[in-house]
């Protein structure tokens, strides 16, 4: 079965640091670009930053330009999100989502139907 599962949420307070990890299972990763998401309580899922296949490519929404980083271990097969700096509007839930015909994290980038979508992970930021 080709499935995506985020990890590595939880609760944090302001200022704080959480890693999230997407991990693939029945399928390499290599080949797909990774976006990962998040739904905050009542609004619409919003893209939050894109890694390319090769890697040499990624983007950031505004709002996470400077604390998040993205990347990706191919030995692994995993996709990481360091977040830092966390702020209470960061929460929500987190989805990992994958596309192999997306080759370049543009401008649309998280306007993509992706191919693969995970379950998410809670991240609550609050004191």
């Known amino acids: 079965q080709l499935q995506l599962v985020e990890s590595g949420g939880g609760l944090v307070q302001p200022g704080g640091s959480l890693r999230l990890s997407c991990a693939a299972s029945?399928?390499?990763?290599?080949?797909?670009?990774i976006g990962w998401f998040r739904q905050a309580p009542g609004k619409e899922r919003d893209g939050v930053s894109c890694?390319?296949?090769?890697?040499?490519?990624?983007n950031y929404a505004d709002s996470v330009k400077g604390r998040f980083t993205i990347s990706r271990d191919y030995a692994k097969n995993m996709v990481f999100l360091q977040m830092n700096d966390l702020k209470p509007e960061d929460t929500g839930v987190y989805y990992c989502?994958?596309?192999?015909?997306?080759?370049?994290?543009?401008?649309?980038?998280?306007?993509?139907?992706?191919?693969?979508w995970g379950q998410g992970t809670q991240v609550t930021v609050s004191s």
């Open positions: 029945g399928f390499t990763l290599d080949a797909y670009t």
């Open positions: 989502a994958a596309d192999v015909a997306l080759i370049w994290c543009g401008s649309s980038w998280s306007r993509v139907s992706y191919d693969y």
């Open positions: 890694i390319s296949s090769s890697g040499g490519s990624t």
